[in-house]
């Protein structure tokens, strides 16, 4: 048996080798990026890597070393892409994203779109942002919302994005692709619903309950207490307007204290939601492409090829540029059957290289790649 230390040393030396050989090849690799930035030709050329491996593979002894040096040889091509990419972006190739940096955003005399009716969370959340001086306008949808924005009836729109108990809102992402809008800021609004009837209503009195079937969802354990029935609306705000236009104590809603107050609603009681820290993520959405000077995150929609290990190879561009994938989420493309679209938030600014770098990279690699903001 053969010594283990020597096995070692034998390693090293090795190690060493393959150090030399590979700073030898990306030398090299400077040269080709150096030739396609003089001539404009794309950094990726998949048909040659293709052809490259196949080659590769053909060389090695048996099926496990092979399976290695596809591995092996697809990490050795996206480091030299990446490299390229880089180059690119140091001699003034594509080092534009196209954001007008501001200083901050334009809050006064604004017109400002949300969803639902007025007492709904949308305008809690918009009113809560810009403040009483701005001039609302209440939409049934959020394509209507994405709309006013793009068709200038608006200068912002207000939607919600997530929610830390029932998860993102679906529609929402879609409509961030379908529109040429752009999401310029987030905040969060803490959301706590109500048990609310007409005035002189008493809990015993109740046997319905009316509301949207997330403030259900987040409000089940109360509901199921009490055994009341539920029936389903399409926002806690029309279910607060239909309960003020009834003429029965049996019926109740679950909707905002807001809400209660501009529908003359009694608040029985308060926080029927089961957890206390649950919070909606709201998104500011422009028609400019802008962002602001202080802005932190860049938000990204892809599609990519069906291939092993495609959407590693996404990312792999923000792991190499230092930067930190804050979340990842995934729709269904509905014209496409099993084909899926990303989205991937990240840090970074507009301006900075390493976002220009990752960028660059993730959209020639990519299917249909757009930047949804950074805010």
Same mark, same amino acid.
């Given at each position: ?80 892409? /990446?490299?390229? %990419?880089?180059? &690119? ?7 534009? @994203?196209?954001? +007008?940096?501001? !200083?901050? #955003? ?46 200038? /009836?608006?200068? %912002?729109?207000? &939607? ?7 998860? @993102?809102?679906? +529609?929402?992402? !879609?409509? #961030? ?199």
């Amino acid at each position: 048996m053969k010594d283990l230390q020597e096995s070692r040393k034998e390693i090293d030396y090795i190690d060493n080798e393959i150090v030399k050989l590979f700073e030898r090849r990306m030398d090299v690799c400077k040269d080709v990026a150096e030739y396609k930035i003089n001539t404009g030709k794309p950094v990726l050329d998949r048909q040659r890597e293709r052809d490259k491996i196949t080659f590769l593979k053909s060389r090695a002894s048996n099926g496990f070393y092979a399976h290695g040096v596809q591995e092996l040889f697809e990490q050795i091509m996206a480091m030299s892409r /990446k490299m390229q %990419y880089k180059m &690119l972006t140091e001699d003034g190739v594509n080092n534009d @994203i196209g954001f +007008d940096i501001v !200083d901050k #955003l334009d809050m006064e005399d604004v017109k400002v779109a949300y969803q639902g009716l007025p007492g709904a969370y949308g305008q809690q959340a918009a009113t809560e942002y810009f403040g009483k001086q701005a001039e609302y306008i209440n939409v049934p949808t959020f394509r209507e919302a994405m709309k006013c924005v793009r068709d200038g /009836k608006t200068d %912002y729109a207000v &939607l919600p994005v997530a929610n830390s108990s029932a998860g @993102i809102v679906t +529609d929402v992402y !879609d409509l #961030l692709v379908e529109f040429s809008n752009y999401v310029v800021d987030t905040f969060d609004v803490k959301i706590e619903h109500c048990l609310c009837a007409l005035k002189g209503t008493k809990i015993e009195d109740i046997k319905e309950v009316y509301s949207h079937p997330q403030a259900f969802m987040q409000s089940n354990e109360f509901i199921e207490k009490h055994g009341w029935e539920k029936v389903s609306l399409a926002n806690t705000a029309i279910s607060a307007r239909y309960i003020s236009e009834q003429n029965k104590k049996s019926r109740a809603c679950i909707c905002s204290m807001n809400a209660a107050e501009i529908y003359g609603l009694d608040v029985l009681y308060q926080g029927t939601n089961f957890n206390a820290a649950n919070t909606t993520r709201f998104i500011v959405i422009s028609r400019d492409k802008i962002a602001r000077r202080n802005a932190g995150l860049i938000c990204i929609s892809f599609e990519m090829p069906h291939s092993s290990g495609s959407l590693y190879q996404m990312l792999s561009h923000i792991i190499y540029n230092d930067l930190n994938m804050t979340k990842i989420e995934s729709r269904p493309i509905p014209e496409r059957k099993w084909d899926y679209r990303f989205y991937v938030e990240f840090e970074g600014k507009a301006h900075q290289e390493g976002v220009i770098n990752a960028l660059s990279g993730i959209n020639a690699e990519s299917l249909n790649m757009k930047i949804l903001g950074n805010y």
